[in-house]
């Protein structure tokens, strides 16, 4: 190889490596938060300030079950429970099946911003609407 082709294919290197808008590698994508993909963030009681409504999750299934009570402020079935976590999202679901209660339930996700559940809360037979629940206990520790 000559010498000319060799300065030439260094300055052509140099030159691509350089170049603008190109990054030498990739940032890895951030890491997972492991409380909100295991689900167990949501664990405790949230309640919402509009009123004497509460939701308590007493325990997070791997299998993206619940167990959840709600109360108004007495105990109102909860008659399913489910979380999910995907696309960088917490959401959970919850079905109430009680006396007034029938077909009623809410859609949530974590605000992580917040420390919030926000969403949409559908009632039976009638309009939906937007609800937001606050953080009353966090989990023990133990």
Do not use: C
Not at 43 to 72: H, M, T
């Amino acid at each position: 190889m000559s010498h000319l082709l060799k300065i030439l294919l260094t300055v052509t290197l140099t030159l691509a490596m350089a170049a603008p808008g190109i990054p030498a590698r990739e940032a890895p994508p951030p890491a997972e938060n492991p409380t909100l993909t295991s689900g167990e963030v949501l664990s405790g009681q949230w309640r919402r300030p509009d009123g004497g409504y509460v939701i308590q999750i007493k325990s997070i299934g791997e299998d993206g079950r619940l167990e959840a009570a709600y109360f108004n402020p007495r105990p109102i079935h909860v008659e399913s429970a489910q979380w999910i976590y995907g696309g960088g999202v917490l959401q959970l679901r919850i079905r109430l099946n009680d006396t007034g209660y029938q077909g009623a339930y809410y859609l949530l996700r974590y605000d992580p911003a917040t420390n919030r559940l926000v969403g949409e809360y559908h009632p039976a037979n009638q309009q939906t609407f937007e609800v937001a629940f606050e953080r009353l206990l966090a989990p023990s520790s133990n």
